[in-house]
């Protein structure tokens, strides 16, 4: 499956972005992941049929949605913080892989091409 992302950019600290990210098949889930200079890889939020998984830095604020006809994820986010900066990816996991491990991203087999997120102060 081949993923395509979307909707990153600039934003003041406080603001709102939406992702988007569409996968050419189906998924059992998908996710969200994060990465700033000189840091590993972070779990952002991940969703499947019948359920959705946040990491702690994000609840309340970032919301995942998905389209399943147009096999479309969102990231909705909201309240967003100069630590928020990164280049974030979508990463799709076809077999099940990640159930009861949504943040490893090991777990996921194909990954979208990454779109810069950036929260100023």
């Known amino acids: 499956v081949q993923l395509q992302a979307s909707g990153g950019g600039l934003v003041q600290a406080g603001g709102s972005l939406r992702l988007s990210c569409t996968a050419s098949?189906?998924?059992?889930?998908m996710g969200w992941f994060r990465q700033a200079p000189g840091k590993e890889r972070e779990f952002v939020a991940q969703?499947?049929?019948?359920?959705?998984v946040y990491a702690d830095s994000v609840k309340g604020r970032f919301t995942i949605s998905g389209d399943n006809a147009k096999n479309t994820v969102y990231l909705q986010m909201n309240s967003l913080k100069p630590e928020d900066t990164a280049v974030y990816y979508c990463?799709?996991?076809?077999?099940?892989?990640?159930?009861?491990?949504?943040?490893?991203?090991?777990?996921?087999?194909?990954w979208g091409q990454g779109t810069q997120v950036t929260g100023s102060s």
């Open positions: 990463a799709a996991d076809r077999t099940a892989h990640s159930f009861g491990q949504p943040s490893a991203p090991f777990q996921y087999d194909a």
């Open positions: 098949g189906r998924t059992y889930a």
């Open positions: 969703i499947t049929a019948s359920s959705t």
